[in-house]
Nanobody, 117 residues
Framework: VQLVQSGAELRNPGASVKVSCKASGYTFTSYYIDWVRQAPGQGLEWMGR????????KYAQKFQGRVTFTADTSTSTAYVDVSSLRSEDTAVYYCARVTYYSGYDYWGQGTQVTVSS
C-alpha cells in the first residue's frame, strides 16, 4: 500500500492550491481518506474525510466553504483543494487511509504548502 502526494507548493495569499494523493496497492474505493495538516510548531489538525466510493465528504467546521475534497476513482487519486489561502494555511498537508476502527494505517509523505507574498 502506498499513498503518494504531490510536491511542495508556494502560493500568494488569496490564491488556491490543490494537493493530490495517489493510492496504490489496495482497492481505492474500500477505504475512506482523511486529510490532516500540521502547521509549524503545531499539532495535527483534522480537516475532513472523503469516501472515494461515492464521493461523500465530511468537513471540519473550520474548513467548511473553503476546502473541497474530491476523488478520482479512475486514477485512484484523492485531492484537497484549499481556496482563499492565508498565511495561517502554511502547513504540511497529509492524506491518510482510514481503517475500519477509524484509525490510520497508511499516510502520504506530506506536501508542504507555503502561503507567502
Amino acid at each position: 500500500v502506498q499513498l503518494v502526494q504531490s510536491g511542495a507548493e508556494l502560493r500568494n495569499p488569496g490564491a488556491s492550491v490543490k494537493v493530490s494523493c495517489k493510492a496504490s496497492g489496495y482497492t481505492f474505493t474500500s477505504y475512506y481518506i482523511d486529510w490532516v495538516r500540521q502547521a509549524p510548531g503545531q499539532g495535527l489538525e483534522w480537516m475532513g474525510r472523503i469516501d472515494p466510493e461515492d464521493g461523500g465528504t465530511k468537513y471540519a467546521q473550520k474548513f467548511q466553504g473553503r476546502v473541497t475534497f474530491t476523488a478520482d476513482t479512475s486514477t485512484s487519486t484523492a485531492y484537497v483543494d484549499v481556496s482563499s489561502l492565508r498565511s495561517e494555511d502554511t502547513a504540511v498537508y497529509y492524506c491518510a487511509r482510514v481503517t475500519y476502527y477509524s484509525g490510520y494505517d497508511y499516510w502520504g509523505q506530506g506536501t508542504q504548502v507555503t502561503v507567502s507574498s
